[in-house]
C-alpha cells in the first residue's frame, strides 16, 4: 500500500522536561508552546489522512542526562503518541536514517514524501533534511514547527530563520503547519 506521505516528528529531547530539568537559560527552547501546538495540530492532521506518524527519540550513552531511560529523552504526553498505530524509534546520530530501521519502515508503507518537524534546528532537523534526499525522498520542512535554544553566537529565531532559507529548494518545500495538507501532492 502506497501512503505517499509519512509526519517524523523528532525528539532530539524532551524540550518541557529540559527547561525544567536545567536551570540555564540556554537550554529553553524558542517559542516552545506555539512549536508543540503546531507539532499537535500536523500529528492530527496526519492521523485524518491515514498517513503514518513516526517519531524519534535521540538518546545517548547510558551514563549520561540523555540515556534512554532519562526523563530528557522520553516523549511528552502532549504529543498523544498512539503505541498502537505511532512508530516510535530510537536514534543516537543527528540523521534519522543513520543505524536506523527507518529506511525500510518507510519503504515498506511506500512512502515517498517526509514531512519534518521538531528540534533542535541545526543539528537532526537539519541532517535528516539533508540526508532524506539521498535516501529518495521528497522533503516538507514545517517552518514553524521545529525549533532550538538560543547559543552563544545565535538567538534561536536566527537559527531557525537561517535553517527554513538554507534547506529550502535544494533540500526541502517549507511550509506552514496550518497551510500544511497532507492530502497535497499524492
Not at 502532549?78 to 503505541?83: C, G, I, P, S
Amino acid at each position: 500500500m502506497e501512503t505517499h506521505h509519512a509526519f517524523i516528528r523528532k525528539c532530539t529531547f524532551s524540550y518541557r522536561y529540559a527547561a525544567r530539568a536545567f536551570p540555564w537559560p540556554l537550554l529553553s527552547p524558542h517559542s516552545s508552546d506555539t512549536v508543540l501546538l503546531n507539532i499537535r495540530l500536523l500529528i492530527e492532521n496526519a492521523r485524518q489522512a491515514q498517513v503514518p506518524v513516526f517519531f524519534a527519540r535521540h538518546i545517548g550513552p547510558d551514563d549520561s542526562p540523555f540515556s534512554e531511560q532519562s526523563p530528557l529523552t522520553q516523549l511528552i504526553p502532549e504529543l498523544n503518541v498512539n503505541a498502537e498505530q505511532d512508530i516510535v524509534f530510537i536514534k543516537k546520530y543527528p540523521s534519522c536514517f543513520r543505524d536506523t530501521e527507518l529506511q525500510l519502515q518507510l519503504s515498506q508503507r511506500g512512502v515517498k514524501q517526509l514531512v519534518i518537524a521538531g528540534m533542535k534546528t541545526e543539528f537532526c532537523v537539519d541532517t535528516t533534511c539533508r540526508a532524506a534526499p539521498e535516501h529518495g525522498f521528497r522533503t516538507v520542512l514545517i517552518s514553524d514547527a521545529h525549533t532550538t535554544m538560543d547559543n552563544k553566537y545565535l538567538s534561536a529565531s536566527e537559527i531557525i530563520a537561517h535553517h527554513n532559507v538554507t534547506l529550502a529548494g535544494p533540500f526541502v518545500t517549507l511550509a506552514t503547519a496550518a497551510c500544511w495538507s497532507f492530502h497535497s501532492e499524492k
